[in-house]
């Protein structure tokens, strides 16, 4: 019995469709439970961190993100709804089903906007104008995070270059069952004050106080650094610190506490254009530790930052930032160190160098996180700060790559291991009894130090300040995430040589390629011309 070939055929014809259809509902069912994307940038920074997707794979129960934003706003903020909508989808998919994300438009919705004031989230002024628009009205932009009874909030989300890290930040305070980490800023020797300054220290403050709690500490009192700071930052001390604050800091150290130092030898006088001589009197306490800040001054004429300095107009002077070779750009950084690694560069004004101890106790583990160029120069004796006096190499200044930014890790044995503890200064607290003292340690626990030999870098470098506080508290979860900033990559500066190439190319780089193959064509049909003319020819003769 033969079978009907057109029964066959379409046999085959419905076993195939059943068979796509069955995948394809295969493949729907098993993509709900599945998350995959596809990012071709170089740093994947559309993508999640491995750090962001950990804190999801904490959560024990449910996280429910709400997301309050007013429609209809006009760019930049047109997409930034969207943007933050996606980035908590992307958590939501590695939540184990446990993130709900939520959104609403509170505008007009007296529940809603209440229920947004509740979490913390109020509008913000929006701005708008353009040659047939005018808008000025109140606008939400807000997200509001609710772990069971904590709660977390982005009150307004005007820029998405961080947003990973900000979101980041807010569900680790939700997820963590540690309390919030003590960060120490030193007092009483002429430092920045943390707590009132008005000027660029303002932004790094606001930036620690969103995650630790931050503490100015005296020194050189009564008494010892509070046991609950978990790391000191000793930041432009102007005068020299006495022995006793010394002391403090030492035992700090020897109980196991992280300390990064930013000293500077000279400040700038701008009103007479010459360097102002400071003494900090950390020397000894350093080069026991194993560090020297030498007391040169750090120039580079390559790779500088600018300053504003004061030039005469007339009858007034105003300030004219100028690139000045005394604030050092550094681009040689420790690509293996989490600190610094995702870091472009760092400004460090009016650097010295810093030294190593040769050879270091092999109980110590140091790393030179950022160097100058092999060009730069370093000079004793600075007598200006003038940007003009450095326009060529002088004499007495020395060339080389020079170590900014190091930082070692480790045990110490303590700066006053052989002598007592030198007595608190009574003005400091004349009216209060002198507490009992613990017998001072003469080693340390396990712990890190960092120093850089200039004291403005600190306001320069928010980024990588967080980044240091996180890795000297042993938080350094956030750090990757951080570092992850979407920004439009700066052009790299053309030659004049150069960019005449690149017009020349402009220029002749697509007609060229016509004209060849335009004389390759017409070689090739006068040729083939030739053939058949030589072929008429042979036929007609035979």
Same mark, same amino acid.
């Given at each position: 019995m033969s079978l009907d070939p057109r029964r066959t055929l379409l046999a085959n014809v419905w076993a195939q469709l059943g068979l796509v259809v069955l995948i394809v509902v295969l493949l729907n069912t098993w993509s709900t439970g599945s998350f995959g994307r596809l990012d071709l940038t170089r740093d994947k920074l559309y993508s999640l961190d491995i750090a962001s997707r950990g804190l999801m794979g904490r959560l024990k129960k449910?996280?429910?993100?709400?997301? =309050?934003?007013? !429609?209809?706003?006009?760019? #930049?903020?047109?997409?930034?709804?969207?943007?933050?909508? +996606?980035?908590?989808? +992307?958590?939501?998919?590695? %939540?184990?089903?446990?993130?709900?994300?939520? $959104? %609403? +438009? #509170?505008?007009? !919705?007296?529940?809603?906007?209440?229920?947004?004031?509740?979490?913390?989230?109020?509008?913000?002024? =929006?701005? =708008?104008? %353009?040659?047939? $628009?005018?808008?000025?009205? %109140?606008?939400?932009?807000? $997200?509001?995070? $609710?772990?069971? !009874?904590?709660?977390?909030?982005?009150?307004?989300?005007?820029?998405?270059?961080?947003?990973?890290?900000?979101?980041?930040?807010?569900?680790?305070?939700?997820?963590? +069952?540690?309390?919030?980490r003590t960060v120490g800023w030193a007092a009483g020797q002429g430092e920045p004050d943390l707590a009132t300054d008005k000027g660029p220290l303002v932004d790094l403050r606001n930036r620690l106080v969103e995650r630790y709690n931050v503490r100015v500490v005296p020194l050189g009192g009564a008494g010892s650094i509070p046991e609950d700071v978990d790391a000191m930052l000793v930041v432009g001390p102007q005068s020299e610190l006495t022995e006793r604050a010394l002391y403090q800091l030492d035992q700090f150290m020897m109980r196991g506490g992280a300390m990064a130092v930013f000293v500077a030898n000279i400040k700038p006088d701008l009103r007479t254009m010459r360097p102002l001589r400071i003494f900090h009197g950390m020397e000894g306490l350093l080069g026991h530790y194993g560090v020297k800040v030498n007391r040169d001054i750090i120039i580079d004429r390559q790779r500088n930052g600018m300053m504003n300095i004061p030039v005469r107009q007339g009858q007034r002077v105003v300030m004219v930032p100028v690139n000045t070779p005394l604030i050092p750009r550094a681009t040689e950084l420790d690509r293996d160190n989490l600190v610094v690694k995702d870091l472009d560069s760092m400004l460090f004004p009016f650097a010295s160098s810093v030294e190593l101890v040769d050879p270091l106790p092999p109980e110590l583990h140091a790393t030179v996180l950022a160097r100058t160029n092999k060009d730069a120069g370093r000079l004793t004796g600075l007598r200006t700060i003038a940007p003009d006096a450095f326009r060529a190499r002088l004499s007495s200044e020395e060339k080389g790559s020079w170590p900014l930014l190091v930082s070692l890790s480790g045990t110490w044995s303590s700066y006053f291991a052989d002598r007592q503890p030198p007595k608190p200064d009574p003005t400091l607290s004349p009216t209060q009894e002198i507490p009992t003292e613990d017998p001072p340690l003469r080693s340390s626990a396990p712990t890190q130090l960092v120093v850089a030999g200039s004291a403005d870098f600190v306001v320069n470098q928010p980024r990588f300040m967080l980044n240091l506080v996180d890795w000297m508290v042993q938080d350094d979860s956030l750090i990757a995430i951080r570092s992850k900033t979407i920004d439009l990559p700066a052009l790299r500066p053309i030659k004049p040589a150069e960019a005449s190439r690149l017009k020349l190319f402009n220029m002749l780089g697509g007609v060229l390629p016509l004209l060849l193959l335009g004389l390759v064509r017409f070689a090739l049909r006068r040729r083939g011309a030739g053939f058949r003319q030589d072929a008429d020819t042979d036929q007609a003769a035979a």
């Open positions: 449910p996280l429910i993100a709400k997301v =309050y934003f007013t !429609d209809g706003l006009q760019a #930049p903020y047109n997409n930034f709804q969207r943007i933050v909508v +996606d980035k908590l989808d +992307d958590l939501a998919a590695y %939540s184990g089903g446990l993130m709900d994300v939520q $959104v %609403s +438009d #509170p505008t007009g !919705d007296t529940a809603l906007q209440e229920e947004a004031q509740r979490f913390g989230i109020t509008p913000v002024q =929006y701005r =708008y104008n %353009s040659a047939t $628009v005018k808008e000025l009205k %109140s606008v939400y932009m807000g $997200v509001a995070l $609710v772990y069971g !009874d904590k709660q977390q909030a982005l009150p307004a989300i005007t820029q998405t270059a961080t947003l990973e890290y900000d979101l980041a930040r807010a569900i680790h305070a939700l997820v963590s +069952d540690q309390d919030r």
